[in-house]
């Protein structure tokens, strides 16, 4: 799967924008889901990456190096599980429903939203 891939390569401090992205998509998709009732105790590990992952970014525009410390890739291997977990646990037409609601979301909060130049 794309996330186990671009988390091993941050883990290694190899990762690229679009490593980065894809945990972030799925975090942003997982939050989603558990504010929605799928899966809410996702919520702490969520927290947990996003924290993370901000500060991932930040590095990355201070030295051009993508990577993650040690409680951000736990976070971050177990959002992907909870992630599998929640998606699993529901239709495929409400799981289409809850990616459309993520990107009106993200699209509506432009302000809150972490872009990487």
Same mark, same amino acid.
């Given at each position: 799967? =794309? +996330? #186990?891939?671009?988390?091993? /390569?941050? /883990?290694?401090?190899?990762?690229?924008?679009?490593?980065?992205?894809?945990?972030?998509?799925? =975090?942003?998709?997982? +939050?989603?889901?558990?504010?929605?009732?799928?899966? &809410? $105790?996702?919520? &702490? !590990?969520? $927290?947990?990456? *996003?924290?993370? =992952?901000?500060? /991932?970014?930040?590095? !990355? *525009? +201070?030295?051009?190096?993508?990577?993650?410390?040690?409680?951000?890739? %736990?976070?971050?291997?177990?959002?992907? %599980?909870?992630?599998?977990?929640? *998606?699993?646990?529901? /239709?495929?037409? $409400?799981?289409?429903? #809850?990616? %459309?609601?993520?990107?009106? !979301?993200?699209?509506?909060?432009?302000?809150?939203?972490? $872009?990487?130049?």
């Amino acid at each position: 799967m =794309l +996330e #186990y891939s671009a988390l091993e /390569a941050m /883990a290694k401090g190899k990762g690229t924008i679009h490593d980065w992205r894809v945990l972030v998509d799925v =975090l942003n998709l997982s +939050e989603m889901m558990g504010k929605g009732g799928v899966g &809410p $105790e996702v919520l &702490p !590990y969520c $927290e947990k990456a *996003q924290e993370g =992952l901000h500060k /991932a970014a930040i590095r !990355y *525009q +201070e030295t051009l190096n993508m990577g993650l410390d040690g409680q951000t890739i %736990q976070a971050c291997r177990d959002l992907i %599980q909870f992630a599998d977990l929640q *998606q699993g646990s529901i /239709a495929r037409s $409400e799981f289409e429903r #809850y990616i %459309q609601k993520t990107k009106d !979301y993200i699209r509506s909060h432009g302000d809150k939203v972490v $872009e990487i130049e």
